[in-house]
C-alpha cells in the first residue's frame, strides 16, 4: 500500500500530475505508485506500438474496430453500447491498458465538424445515456473509461486556441447535459478536458466548468486528463480542477508547479487534492482482478451485429429490400473492395480483421454477377469506370452500389467542408440507374449528406463508418437476416443553407459564437418548421408499428406498441416534451426519453419509457439554478421528431416562485411571455440564422468582446498559422512550406493529421507537445525570432534551451534520489512545503 501522499515530496508530487512520456505516467517505485497506461480509442483500443504518437499516424497493436460512436448511436440500444464497452475494457485490460481515452460525446452543432463520427448525436439526452452505457461497459473490466472532450468542444478549425462563446442555459441545456448524465449515472473514473476555450478561459484551467459544475454539482470525484497538449498553465488547471497534465512536457512543467507552490500562486491543498486523485485511479487499478484473454473472435461477431442494429434504412421503395436468396446482383463501388470502416486520426484502429463486402457476399445467399469499382476514390472522374458498371448493372436483378467519402473527408483536425457526395460518385449512380433502375445504394461515411441524387436509387441503406465487421451486418440487414431498426441520431437537412449555423461554421477567428442557442439540430428545425430530408430519429424497417393507449405522468410515458406486420422487428419509441407555456423561449420539442423494444410479428408490447428529473427542467442563468416551470406540459410519443403518433398533456405545479420578476432570466422580461419576445425575438420564434450583435449580448448576458484588429507583432498565444504574417522571412517560408504539404496532402485525398495539428497549434503549445525539448523561454525566443529580431531571437532561444536541458537532468536527479531505498527507508511525514533532502 502507498503511504499518505499527502507527506511526499514536492518534486514527486510535481511528478505524479505530469505525463513521464506520451501514453504513460510517473511511476514512484519508493512510494508504491505504479505507472498508468493510457490509449485511445472510443471505438477500438488502440495501444500504439511506439511510445511518441499520439495522433494515429504509426501502427498500433491489432484490436477489435467497432462501429464507430455516429453509427452505435442510430442503435439506440443503451443495452448494446454497454456490450461493446464491456469489450473495449476486455481488451484494453488484455492489453495492459488502465485508461481507455473514450468515449466522445460532445454536440453535434453543426453536420460539418470534422469528428462527428467520434460523438454520438446532436441530442444531449441520447449522447449522455449512451456514453454512460459505455462507461459502465469499460469499467466492469476494472479499466477506467475517460469520457471527452470537456467542454463545448464542437469544431476542429482552430481546435486549440477557439473561445467558444455560448450562453449560460444554452451550455447547461445542450453542451453539458450528457456530460452530467454519464457522471451522475455511470461515475467514469476519468474525465477529458478538451482544448478550446470556454467563455475565454481553457477548459482544462475553468474553475467554473472543473470545479464548481462538474465536480461540486455533479459529484465527480475522479482524476480529470487534458486532452493531449491541451494544458496551458499547469498551476491554473491545478487550481481549477484539473489532475493530470498529458502527454509528457520534460521537466518543465514539475518546476513551474514547484514554482507556483513556493510563490503562493498554487496552494498546497490544490496539489494534494490533485495528486490523490491519480493515486486512487492507480491503486484502483492496482486492485484489479486477473484479467481473462479478450475474446477476439466473439468481439468481431458483436462488431457485427452491432453494424447491422445500426444501420439506418433510409427509402425502400417498391419493397426492393430484403433481396431474395439467389437474386443476381452486381457489386459497384471502390468501397465494396475496400471499405470505409473509420474516420481519420487519433481514434484510428488497426483491425485485427477486415471484411469486405466481396470477402463475405458470397456468405449471404447473393449470386454476384460482377463487380466494378464504377468510380476513383479521390474524387476525380473516369468515365470508363461508370460504363463498365453500368454494363454490369444491366446484367443483373439488382445493383448494389457502395458509396461515401474517402478517408481525407472526415479527420481530425479539420472541418468537411460540404455535406455533398463527390460528382462522379452521383454521375456513377445516375448512370447505373439508367441501366437498372433496381439499385440499393449504401451509404459509407461518419454523418449527415444532401441527397438531391436520391431519386438514382429505389433503397437507400446508410452504413456510417461500420467498423470491421460492417460489410457483413450491412449485408445480414439487405438479405433481411436482420430487420432494419436504426434510426438516425441526427437531422439530415435538405441544404447545408438550410442549417442555422451554415453561415458560421466553423469559426475562423478566435471566437465561435453560438448564437443559434438552444436550437440545435432538431430543436431548430422542428421549431422553424424548416423540412428536412430525414428527420432525427426516422429509419425504415421491413415491418410496421402502431401507437395506442398513452398514458403520461411527471414520471413516465406508458403506451402499447403493436407489430401489424409480418417479420419480428424492433422499434424505437421516442417520447418528446413541449411546453405549453411562453414564459420563456424554449424548441418546439425536446427528446426526453426513448425505449427500443423488440415485437414478434403480430404481437403488441407495454412500454414504459421513464421521464425522470431532467424531463421538464430548463436552466434560470439569472439565479444559476435548475427550475420546473409550473403550467401544462404536452408529452409526445412518436417514430421520429416528425413523426408525432400520440400526445397527452401534464399539468406540474412547478416551483414556488417561479416567474418572479428577481427570478427570471433578464432576457426574457420578467416572466411574461409578451417581454420575453420583444427581448429575444429571434429565439422566441427559432429565426436564428441571422441574429444581431445585440440580441446575442442579450442572450449572453454580457456584451460581446470584440477580436482585436490583427497587430504587428506576433505573441506565443499565436497559432502557428498566424506565422503567414510574421515578420520574419524564415518565419512566412516554413508557414508555406507547412501550407504546401496540407494542399499535396489534399490534392493526394490524404489524411494531414500532423500537418493539421502543428497548423493550429499555439505556439505556446510547443512546451507541451515537444517532449520536454522546450520550455517557455525557448518560446519566447522563438516569438522574438519571428517577428523580426531574428538572430537576437534564435540566441535567447538556444541559451534558454540549453539551461532548459541543464534543468531537467538536475530535476530528474532530484527525482531519482527522492527515490532511492535509502529515502524511502528515512521517510518521514512532511507536510506544506517541505521535501525530502537533497531535493
Known amino acids: 500500500m502507498m503511504a499518505g501522499s499527502d507527506a511526499w515530496s514536492l518534486i514527486e508530487k510535481a511528478a505524479v500530475v505530469t505525463g513521464r512520456n506520451v501514453w504513460q505516467t510517473h511511476a514512484l517505485k519508493a512510494r508504491g505508485l505504479r505507472s498508468l497506461w493510457l490509449s485511445d480509442g472510443p471505438h477500438g483500443l488502440r495501444r500504439q506500438a511506439g511510445s511518441a504518437d499520439h495522433l494515429g499516424l504509426g501502427p498500433a497493436q491489432p484490436a477489435t474496430c467497432f462501429p464507430v460512436a455516429a453509427a452505435v448511436a442510430n442503435s439506440w440500444d443503451v443495452e448494446l453500447a454497454q456490450e461493446i464497452g464491456a469489450a473495449l475494457g476486455a481488451e484494453a485490460a488484455d492489453q495492459r491498458v488502465d485508461v481507455l481515452l473514450g468515449p466522445g460525446l460532445n454536440i453535434k452543432r453543426s453536420p460539418l465538424g470534422g469528428r462527428n463520427f467520434e460523438y454520438f448525436s446532436e441530442d444531449p439526452l441520447l449522447s449522455g445515456k449512451l456514453a454512460a452505457a459505455y462507461v459502465r461497459g469499460i469499467q466492469s473490466r476494472h479499466v477506467a473509461a475517460c469520457p471527452k472532450h470537456f467542454a463545448a468542444n464542437n469544431q476542429e478549425l482552430r481546435r486549440m486556441a477557439s473561445d467558444s462563446v455560448v450562453d449560460e442555459r444554452t451550455l447547461r441545456e445542450i453542451y453539458l447535459t450528457g456530460f452530467e448524465i454519464v457522471v451522475r449515472e455511470a461515475r467514469p473514473r476519468t474525465i477529458m478536458s478538451s482544448y478550446n476555450l470556454v467563455g475565454g478561459v481553457y477548459a482544462s484551467e475553468n474553475h467554473w466548468l472543473l470545479r464548481q459544475v462538474l465536480r461540486d454539482e455533479w459529484g465527480f470525484d475522479g482524476a480529470v486528463v487534458t486532452d493531449w497538449g491541451a494544458s496551458n498553465d499547469i498551476a491554473a488547471g491545478l487550481a481549477a480542477g484539473c489532475s493530470l497534465e498529458m502527454p509528457a512536457a520534460g521537466h518543465a512543467s514539475a518546476r513551474q508547479i514547484a514554482a507556483a507552490v513556493k510563490s503562493g500562486r498554487l496552494a498546497m491543498a490544490d496539489l494534494n487534492a490533485r495528486v490523490r486523485e491519480v493515486v486512487e485511479l492507480a491503486e484502483w487499478r492496482r486492485q484489479a482482478p486477473q484479467a481473462a484473454d479478450a475474446d477476439y473472435d466473439a468481439h468481431h461477431e458483436l462488431a457485427r451485429r452491432a453494424a447491422a442494429a445500426s444501420a439506418v434504412l433510409l427509402k425502400n421503395d417498391h419493397h426492393l429490400l430484403p433481396l431474395s436468396p439467389g437474386a ?10 475496400r471499405p470505409r470502416y473509420q474516420g481519420g486520426g487519433s481514434s484510428s484502429v488497426n483491425p485485427r480483421r477486415l471484411d469486405s463486402c466481396l470477402d463475405v457476399i458470397g456468405q449471404s445467399g447473393l449470386v454476384m454477377t460482377a463487380f466494378e469499382p464504377g468510380f476513383r476514390r479521390d474524387g476525380r472522374p473516369d468515365p470508363a469506370l461508370a460504363r463498365a458498371a453500368a454494363a454490369a448493372a444491366r446484367q443483373a436483378d439488382v445493383a448494389l452500389v457502395w458509396l461515401g467519402l474517402d478517408e481525407a473527408s472526415e479527420t481530425e483536425g479539420a472541418d468537411r467542408r460540404d455535406l455533398k457526395l463527390p460528382q462522379a460518385q452521383v454521375d456513377l449512380l445516375a448512370a447505373v440507374a439508367q441501366a437498372n433502375p433496381q439499385v440499393v445504394a449504401v451509404l459509407s461515411l461518419g454523418g449527415a449528406l444532401e441527397t438531391p441524387w436520391l431519386g438514382h436509387c429505389q433503397a437507400l441503406l446508410h452504413g456510417y463508418l461500420a467498423g470491421e465487421a460492417g460489410a457483413g451486418g450491412l449485408l445480414d440487414v439487405i438479405v433481411g437476416k436482420v430487420n432494419p431498426s436504426g434510426r438516425l ?36 428545425f422542428t421549431t422553424a418548421a424548416r423540412p428536412v430530408a430525414f428527420a432525427f430519429g426516422f429509419g425504415l424497417s421491413y415491418t410496421q408499428f402502431e401507437y395506442s393507449d398513452l398514458r403520461a405522468d411527471q ?45 414478434a410479428a403480430g404481437e403488441s408490447a407495454d412500454v414504459a419509457v421513464p421521464l425522470g428529473e431532467f424531463a421538464f427542467r430548463r436552466f434560470n442563468a439569472a439565479t444559476g439554478t435548475w427550475e420546473v416551470e409550473p403550467g401544462r406540459y404536452e408529452v409526445q410519443v412518436g417514430a421520429s421528431s416528425v413523426d408525432i403518433r400520440l400526445t397527452a398533456t401534464v399539468t406540474l405545479e412547478g416551483e414556488a416562485g417561479f416567474g418572479d420578476a428577481e427570478r427570471a432570466e433578464p432576457a426574457d422580461g420578467a416572466g411574461a411571455g409578451a417581454g420575453g419576445a420583444l427581448a429575444l425575438p429571434s429565439y422566441h420564434a427559432g429565426a436564428v440564422h441571422d441574429v444581431s450583435d445585440e440580441e446575442f449580448e442579450r442572450l449572453l448576458g454580457r456584451p460581446l468582446v470584440r477580436e482585436a484588429a490583427a497587430v504587428a507583432e506576433l505573441t506565443s498565444a499565436d497559432v502557428i498559422d498566424s506565422l503567414a504574417n510574421a515578420r520574419s522571412w524564415l518565419a512566412r517560408l516554413g508557414h508555406r512550406w507547412l501550407k504546401r504539404r496540407l494542399a499535396k496532402a489534399e490534392a493526394a485525398r490524404a489524411a494531414a493529421t ?35 529580431h531574428f538572430w537576437r531571437g534564435l540566441w535567447a532561444a538556444a541559451r534558454a534551451y540549453a539551461a532548459n536541458r541543464r534543468a531537467n537532468r538536475a530535476t530528474a536527479r532530484r527525482l531519482a534520489q527522492s527515490q ?3 529515502a524511502a527507508l528515512k521517510a518521514a511525514p512532511k507536510a506544506g512545503l517541505k521535501a525530502t533532502p537533497k531535493r
Open 328 to 337: 443476381k446482383v452486381a457489386v459497384i463501388g471502390d468501397f465494396a473492395a
Open 754 to 788: 500532423a500537418e493539421l495539428f502543428i497548423l493550429w497549434l499555439p505556439l505556446a503549445r510547443l512546451v507541451k507537445v515537444a517532449g520536454g525539448r522546450v520550455d517557455a523561454g525557448v518560446v519566447d525566443g522563438l516569438v522574438m525570432a519571428v517577428n523580426g
Open 489 to 524: 441520431a441526427e437531422t439530415f437537412p435538405v441544404s447545408l443553407a438550410d442549417h442555422p449555423t451554415a453561415g458560421s461554421f466553423p469559426a475562423a477567428g478566435r471566437q465561435a459564437e453560438y448564437r443559434e442557442g438552444l436550437y440545435v439540430g432538431y430543436r431548430y
Open 820 to 822: 532511492a531505498p535509502k
Open 555 to 599: 414520471g413516465q410515458a406508458r403506451l402499447r406498441v403493436t407489430n401489424t406486420g409480418r417479420r419480428d422487428g424492433a422499434e424505437v419509441v421516442q417520447v418528446y416534451v413541449h411546453s405549453l407555456s411562453d414564459a420563456v423561449h424554449r424548441p418546439e420539442r425536446e427528446l426526453k426519453g426513448f425505449a427500443r423494444v423488440a415485437i
